[in-house]
């Protein structure tokens, strides 16, 4: 928000018990300055309050902001019925139900449809609730896209360029079977090469290593996984 002043239909504190009431966490950006009322409103919801100083502060509040928090403990957990759709092509006999606006025009020949599992009405994107039973469609990669915050990315421990490497760490290199030059060695036993891009890791810079698997990772590799990716490459590579 940029705005120095509100306009409310009603008494804004009574808004802001009721949205606490009801466990409705509100978090606030300002652009501008301090402002009693935003700053009332985290309070009493157990969100955030921010006032942004710079452009870099706001990427990194946002940053901050996108991975859900935690849920209370007391929280009642609600089950969201979901279907699972397959492709399929539009035939002269299947109903579909575009869920594009009417000035959108749909290729329904060559493009491709998604089936209800419950009713079978197709649609031609997801994801969409169903027009005639109700049900939420998605696919795989919508449920992926929150299955890292259930299970989030273990944190990598630093080492120290002058530390010794676990014997695990070795033995998980050799059963990769990474080819290394000897050259591309900081001692005669233990590589430092990156296992995600395969870069060597100068003695002065700290490597990060995967407290499961002991893979070691740079620093741009780490950030990487744990900003984007989500997943470790060395663990998945000893399943």
Not at 34 to 40: H, S, T
Request: glycine letters at 2%; one cysteine or more.
């Amino acid at each position: 928000m940029a705005s120095l002043t509100t306009c409310d239909p009603s008494d804004i504190h009574q808004t802001i018990k009721s949205l606490s009431s009801n466990r409705i966490r509100c978090s606030v950006i300002s652009l501008a300055v301090e402002v009693f009322v935003y700053r009332a409103l985290a309070q009493f919801t157990q969100g955030t309050f921010h006032v942004i100083m710079d452009e870099l502060h706001l990427k990194n509040v946002l940053k901050d902001l996108v991975p859900p928090p935690v849920a209370a403990i007391e929280t009642e957990a609600n089950l969201i019925r979901m279907g699972k759709t397959y492709s399929t092509r539009q035939s002269t006999n299947e109903n579909h139900l575009s869920n594009k606006s009417t000035n959108d025009k749909a290729d329904t020949t060559t493009n491709p449809h998604y089936a209800c599992p419950r009713c079978y009405a197709a649609y031609c994107e997801l994801p969409v609730e169903c027009n005639v039973c109700g049900l939420t469609l998605v696919a795989a990669p919508h449920l992926a896209r929150a299955y890292h915050h259930l299970f989030p990315l273990d944190l990598f421990e630093p080492v120290n360029g002058y530390d010794s490497f676990s014997e695990r760490s070795l033995d998980n290199q050799e059963k990769s079977k990474e080819t290394i030059d000897s050259t591309d060695c900081t001692t005669d036993h233990q590589p430092r090469v990156c296992f995600g891009c395969n870069v060597m890791i100068p003695l002065k810079i700290p490597g990060y290593q995967c407290p499961k698997c002991k893979f070691i990772f740079c620093h741009s590799c780490d950030a990487v996984l744990h900003d984007s990716i989500h997943s470790c490459p060395g663990c998945l590579t000893l399943l």
